[in-house]
């Protein structure tokens, strides 16, 4: 199992790697799918266009697929979606726990995913399904930094890649990298956009609900209809039963 700063390192570096390459803008998006049953998947993906495909070579293997997969991860087959290539990595649980549990794993405590909850109620009324938490991305791209490597080669926390980028590109690293979050929470869906240029955070909140009041209201109709056609079904059994032994009594008078 992956470390939980583990699994964010690979795909923001991989981020910077495409950047240096081909000096293009990355897209890296991030979506939340949750029933109201408390099942659902978490996918998370980055789009890269033909020039940076071209130069990286293989992404799976940039994106160091085997150790994905060893965490439970399925790693998708590349798409082309409009002018952006897409490598996505997908995890799907089973419970609300579960899936917060992946959502930790997949940000980490540093990274833009922060107190990131998905909750279950079922009462006796409604069931409900809600995803909270918040992004913030007002460190910049040095979250996913490594501070073992920035000792190493004395450069910032990403090891003095971003310094590199800004010189070649003239232009900060942080405005070439957007975010996206996509969550879908029942029937509720929304997109949440950021930038690691940005200041302040947001706020994440999705939820949806299923009103149980016209389930139950079917419900006590069955029954009640179950139960009246037991009851119309037992007078008739017992009109039956009388008009025999009346029939009997009757016959029996005449012998």
């Known amino acids: 199992m992956l470390s939980n700063r583990r699994l964010p390192r690979v795909l923001a570096f991989f981020a910077l790697i495409v950047v240096i390459a081909a000096g293009c803008r990355v897209q890296i998006e991030t979506k939340i799918d949750v029933g109201l049953d408390g099942k659902g998947t978490i996918t998370q993906g980055i789009g890269f266009d033909d020039a ?87 460190a910049g791209l040095q979250m996913f930094g490594d501070e073992q490597l920035a000792t190493t080669l004395g450069g910032d926390a990403s090891g003095g890649l971003l310094a590199k980028i800004e010189a070649e590109e003239k232009a900060p690293p ?26 302040d955070t947001q706020k994440v909140k999705v939820s949806s609900s299923k009103d149980k009041f016209f389930e139950i209201l079917g419900t006590i109709f069955v029954l009640l209809l179950a139960g009246l056609t037991a009851i119309v079904i037992g007078l008739r059994y017992r009109k039956r039963r009388l008009r025999t032994r009346r029939l009997m009594h009757s016959r029996g008078r005449r012998w």
């Open 52 to 138: 940076a495909l071209k130069r990286v070579g293989d992404p799976a293997r940039a994106l160091r697929a085997d150790d994905l997969v060893k965490a439970g991860w399925v790693v998708d087959a590349a798409s082309k979606e409009g002018d952006l290539t897409w490598i996505r990595v997908h995890h799907s649980f089973a419970t609300p726990e579960e899936g917060t549990a992946l959502l930790a794993q997949l940000s980490g405590p540093d990274g833009p995913y922060r107190d990131m909850l998905i909750k279950r109620s079922d009462g006796l009324l409604s069931t409900s399904v809600k995803v909270t938490g918040q992004i913030d991305t007002t």
């Open 174 to 199: 942080a405005s070439m990298v957007d975010l996206d979050l996509v969550v879908t929470a029942g029937g509720s869906t929304k997109t949440y956009n950021a930038s690691f240029t940005d200041t």
